[in-house]
């Protein structure tokens, strides 16, 4: 028998993924998760035009764009992110980004992601990302100091998060983006979660059924 199940097309490392499982697992919707090899080219552009997850396949209709996929999540079911968005997690969020995806991207490049299984997959995600002024080999180099840029902005998440389950009080757009960025930073070892960050980071990967990566961390 067919599955009638929604399929979500996703990288297993795509924070943008991450924001597309989020409301099914909130929801409590199953779906079915499938992972495109990432040099499969074909596959995603067969569904939406161009290499690009997540992609939502549903009754034989095909949505990308991950907060696409969450408005029409959220329009069929009575909402979930109803809560105001706060600027300071914005600016937050905009803060970390360049030194997490230094420290992400060459972890990413080496881990065990089921979209990286094959050789060529893992060569082809290299090539792609890797940027000649910026080799992975320096990306390492630099750590220690991205490191502590990361733990310093940790300790700042810790004072504006207002409760466990949700960073402003009610579950907003503001917990997608933010869970989507914790959970590439459980990717990296030597990060340091203030209990606030800790506590937040776990319920979120609960409630949205999303595991953290740290049994894959490096
Ligand atoms: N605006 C898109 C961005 C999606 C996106 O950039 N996805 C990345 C993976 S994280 C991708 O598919 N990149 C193509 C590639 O890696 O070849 C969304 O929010 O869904």
């Known amino acids: 028998m067919s599955s009638t199940l ?27 998760k499938r992972i495109f090899l990432h040099d499969d080219d074909a596959g995603p552009s067969a569904m939406v035009g161009k290499k690009v997850v997540p992609i939502l396949e549903e009754n034989g209709h095909f949505i990308p764009e991950s907060l696409d996929i969450v408005a029409h999540v ?7 992110l109803t809560g ?10 905009s803060r970390i980004s360049a030194p997490a995806y230094r420290l992400f991207l060459p972890r990413a490049a080496a881990a065990p992601l089921p979209e990286l299984a094959t050789t ?21 180099e630099q750590s220690n100091d991205d490191l ?17 389950t949700a960073v402003n009080g009610t579950l907003s757009y503001n917990d997608l983006h933010l869970f989507a960025q ?30 953290l990566l740290e049994a894959i961390s490096a």
């Not at 105001?84 to 969020?93: A, C, F, N, S, Y």
């Not at 300790?155 to 409760?163: D, P, R």
């Open 6 to 32: 929604p399929i979500l097309h996703v990288y297993e490392h795509c924070p943008f993924c991450v924001k597309a499982r989020m409301i099914f697992g909130l929801h409590g919707i199953k779906f079915e």
């Open 74 to 80: 959220e329009r069929q079911n009575t909402p979930l």
């Open 84 to 93: 105001p968005t706060r600027k300071e997690i914005e600016d937050w969020l």
């Open 120 to 140: 060529s997959a893992r060569l082809g995600f290299i090539r792609k990302k890797e940027r000649p002024d910026h080799p992975f080999s320096s990306l390492l």
């Open 148 to 164: 502590k840029i990361v733990n310093t902005l940790l300790e700042e998440l810790a004072a504006l998060i207002q409760k466990p």
């Open 182 to 211: 914790l959970r590439n930073l459980s990717l990296i070892k030597g990060v340091f979660y203030p209990l606030e960050v800790e506590a937040y980071r776990h319920s979120l990967s609960e409630k949205a059924k999303i595991p």
